[in-house]
């Protein structure tokens, strides 16, 4: 079946070090990639997407880069301050529901950003 | 609007009863998705509509489980009876298909229902 996996678990940095979070997905029809940010006994939040037709997607110091050949898809957080802590989920979209968002989820990954 | 609203935010119940959490969506958003959280599981999708109409519920655990959307705006997801393993936090989420835009498919969560089955 459909599968996301997310690498690492668990990632602590230094405040003003980068984080890179890759996910890789088994649906070669996959076409929307979201990343969410939860904070602790809050929401998932959408942070940063990607569809793709595009191979990266930049917002202030976060980056989503794609690379459909090898179905993997990774998050940059660069200059990370400490409220950048929290657990990120990516997501894939599945076939035939791309529109709409059946997104298959990640396991997450609990970022520190140690001040 | 004021996004997706879900009641209650915490819930406390004992082995057996029944327990119905509520989700209203985002006014205009076509899909609703019902999820549960936990540490060992992650984010599991239980199950979603379209217009209402249930389209996948191959996440629903068990019979116990069970999920209506009456209108648009408006679902239930019921529990009944509760077991302690159902203690989660549970969210709903709404999305639009759209016709085109950055904004297509993108899902919201609601703030979530916190159960705890003693």
């Known amino acids: 079946g459909e599968n996301v996996e997310q690498h690492p678990s668990t990632l602590s940095v230094q405040e003003g070090d980068s984080a890179v979070i890759k996910c890789t997905y088994s649906?070669?029809?996959?076409?929307?990639f979201p990343w969410y940010k939860q904070e602790l006994g809050k929401r998932p939040q959408l942070i940063i997407d990607?569809?793709?037709?595009?191979g990266e997607k930049k917002d202030q110091r976060i980056a989503v880069t794609l690379n459909k050949t090898a179905k993997h898809f990774s998050l940059h957080i660069t200059e990370t301050q400490p409220e950048d802590s929290a657990v990120y989920f990516c997501?894939?979209?599945?076939?035939?529901?791309?529109?709409?968002?059946?997104?298959?989820f990640g396991q997450g990954t609990t970022l520190q950003v140690k001040p | 609007d004021a996004g997706v609203i879900q009641s209650p935010r915490h819930e406390v119940t004992e082995m057996g009863q029944e327990v119905t959490l509520r989700c209203k969506p985002i006014?205009?958003?076509?899909?609703l998705f019902w999820y549960r959280q936990t540490m060992m599981r992650g984010l599991e999708l239980l199950i979603y509509f379209n217009n209402n109409v249930p389209i996948d519920d191959s996440g629903m655990p068990e019979d116990r489980f069970s999920a209506k959307m009456p209108n648009a705006s408006f679902s239930t997801l019921k529990i009944q009876p509760s077991e302690p393993r159902d203690s989660a936090v549970y969210f709903c989420a709404s999305s639009s298909r759209g016709t085109s835009g950055t904004q297509r498919g993108i899902q919201y969560f609601g703030a979530g229902t916190r159960l705890s089955v003693l």
């Open positions: 006014s205009g958003h076509d899909y």
């Open positions: 997501a894939a979209s599945i076939r035939s529901s791309s529109n709409t968002g059946k997104l298959i």
């Open positions: 990607i569809r793709s037709n595009v």
């Open positions: 649906d070669s029809a996959s076409n929307y």
